[in-house]
């Protein structure tokens, strides 16, 4: 039987997801509340980090040691920072990267983690079980590429279109690339998924109240899907 650890941000990205469970558990690990069931036949650990890349890394840590998943899955919502995004897209992130990471005071490119490199690259099977699923809203499209990950809600345009431009990346967050790098050092095949809720064009907070629940809605089908197929 499969193990699969899934770690959302916030209680509105695990509550979509948790409503597809069966069987439901619940534990509570330095205050952390885990909730494990079924989706088919495969055994899921929900957590909730809570915001940001230090509650996200934290997390994955405690979430591998208590409960030896197979897989790590990081999902909830994103901010596009790529034209070719609207809201409700969802994004499968086929490689991470820490924007807010900086050393190029030592000859380092911006993004560039001694020992893991500028880029953190997603488990090749799972990324590929993620592009199969069939999506019922045509008007939703998914995109492959990069997502980048800091510790700040980007609502500056100018940020925006400079992480796309730096990085490749399709869309912002604030913990995929942490929960990525915990996971890739503890040898784990991770993947990040992300339905985008607003993009950074000076209304995106409001945009992101506004679609927050049917963009975790969105997300959460789609993952339930991509469980039901893995072996």
Same mark, same amino acid.
């Given at each position: 039987m499969k193990r699969v650890g899934i770690i959302?941000?916030?209680?509105?990205?695990?509550?979509?997801l948790k409503g597809y469970l069966k069987d439901i558990n619940q534990y509570t690990i330095f205050d952390l509340t885990f909730y494990e069931g079924m989706i088919d036949d495969v055994k899921c650990f929900l957590v909730e980090s809570g915001i940001g890349k230090v509650?996200? =890394?934290?997390?994955?840590?405690?979430?591998?040691?208590?409960? !030896? *998943?197979?897989?790590?899955f990081n999902i909830g919502v994103a901010g596009g920072v790529s034209d070719c995004l609207h809201v409700g897209d969802i994004v499968i992130g086929e490689r991470l990267v820490q924007h807010d990471f900086d050393i190029t005071a030592f000859d380092h490119e911006k993004g560039y983690i001694p020992k893991i490199g500028v880029y953190l690259e997603s488990d090749f099977?799972?990324?590929?079980? =993620?592009?199969?699923?069939?999506?019922?809203?045509?008007?939703? !499209? *998914?995109?492959?590429?990069?997502?980048?990950?800091?510790?700040i809600f980007c609502t500056d345009s100018n940020m925006a279109s400079k992480i796309?431009?730096?990085?490749?990346?399709?869309?912002?967050?604030?913990?995929?690339?942490s929960i990525a790098q915990v996971a890739f050092l503890s040898h784990i095949p991770f993947l990040i998924i992300r339905s985008i809720s607003d993009t950074p064009d000076n209304h995106n907070v409001d945009t992101y109240d506004a679609f927050l629940e049917e963009s975790c809605k969105v997300v959460a089908g789609y993952v339930k899907e991509m469980i039901r197929r893995l072996k």
């Open positions: 959302f941000a916030m209680d509105e990205e695990l509550k979509e509650n996200s =890394a934290r997390t994955t840590q405690i979430l591998i040691d208590n409960f !030896k *998943v197979d897989y790590i099977y799972l990324v590929k079980v =993620a592009e199969e699923i069939p999506l019922e809203n045509k008007h939703i !499209k *998914v995109f492959t590429g990069t997502i980048a990950s800091g510790d796309n431009r730096k990085f490749n990346a399709l869309c912002v967050e604030m913990e995929g690339a």
